[in-house]
């Protein structure tokens, strides 16, 4: 039984990539793309989710998910909640599932949940009524679920197919939940190469398994690839002695024009945020023209509003575009 789907095959939680089917895929990405149009409009909303309540959970700090998050909510007309973890009952003393079966009590149909426990947002989920649904926003080192998919969205629009492409990831996937929901996705959308590029420190054990190419050479892990997937240094999580320096960092694995000349003609670089220039990747590179890094931040939205409005089970239809 897949807890994330109801028994017709509909999307109930978005707790992860595992477990769902390329079609699932495609019907996210179709359905952000009758979305898109909505953040240019004079009137940014459409009224999918009007008389819903939806809250956000953040027990973890987060700036740029959290606003995309309240934004697609809001331009799905849904009413928000957002609850601030440093003032809440939980640090009162009150327990999860008290906080959650007092939100529930207020008539919420959905909770977006960030943590910093692993599974929390499924632990979440197989504890909610059968009326709310349970999206993952990020959960300690195992999924960022709408993080894939809007990078499957960005890839999506400007390769337009999966089943071609060189895929490179590059930095901290020792400690990344991104990569690994990425990976999943990839894999899933029919990606044929995927790559792995970080010093051996920050590789995790056995990531072959999940069917990646490793390298610990940024020059060949970015050869003739068209898309190149870079990541945050994410130093809050690391033990000491990973990495001799961040400037040391930068001089053998920070993307620079030098480095990007040896992949394709039109790659494109993407970054999940928020980026360290100069660490991990260079000024030029970060504004070049082959960067698409601000296209990820808009895409997001149309994404989340996607999810949100396809496990409230009022989605627009896609065909014809307009939401």
Not at 250 to 260: A, V
Not at 282 to 310: C, K, N
């Amino acid at each position: 039984m897949n807890l994330q789907l109801t028994d017709e095959g509909r999307l109930r939680h978005f707790l992860t990539i595992e477990g769902l089917d390329r079609p699932m895929l495609t019907r996210i990405l179709d359905t952000a793309e009758s979305f898109v149009g909505v953040g240019e409009r004079v009137v940014k909303k459409v009224p999918l989710l009007r008389g819903k309540t939806i809250a956000n959970l953040f027990f973890e700090p987060s700036t740029r998910t959290r606003s995309t998050f309240e934004l697609a909510a809001k331009r799905l007309s849904a009413d928000l909640l957002n609850l601030s973890v440093s003032a809440s009952a939980t640090r009162k003393g009150e327990s999860l599932m008290d906080t959650l079966r007092n939100l529930e009590a207020m008539q919420c149909e959905m909770f977006v949940v960030r943590h910093d426990a692993s599974g929390a947002a499924h632990y979440i989920a197989s504890h909610v009524a059968p009326h709310v649904s349970v999206i993952n926003a990020g959960d300690g080192r195992h999924a960022h679920p709408t993080q894939a998919m809007l990078d499957m969205f960005t890839i999506r629009r400007h390769k337009q197919h999966f089943e071609h492409l060189k895929v490179a990831i590059v930095g901290d996937l020792m400690h990344s939940r991104v990569a690994r929901s990425q990976i999943h996705a990839l894999s899933i959308l029919g990606v044929p190469e995927i790559r792995v590029v970080a010093p051996r420190t920050l590789i995790p054990p056995f990531i072959e398994n999940m069917g990646v190419h490793v390298y610990t050479r940024l020059g060949r892990g970015l050869k003739d690839v068209d898309v190149i997937i870079m990541l945050r240094l994410q130093n809050e999580r690391m033990d000491s002695g990973l990495l001799p320096s961040q400037h040391e960092y930068f001089r053998y694995y920070g993307l620079t024009e030098e480095r990007l000349a040896v992949a394709d003609d039109n790659v494109i670089v993407m970054h999940p945020g928020p980026m360290n220039r100069g660490v991990e990747i260079d000024s030029d590179v970060a504004d070049g023209p082959h960067s698409v890094i601000l296209q990820q931040v808009t895409y997001g939205i149309a994404i989340r509003m996607a999810v949100m409005s396809m496990c409230l089970g009022n989605p627009p239809a896609v065909e014809g575009g307009e939401a």
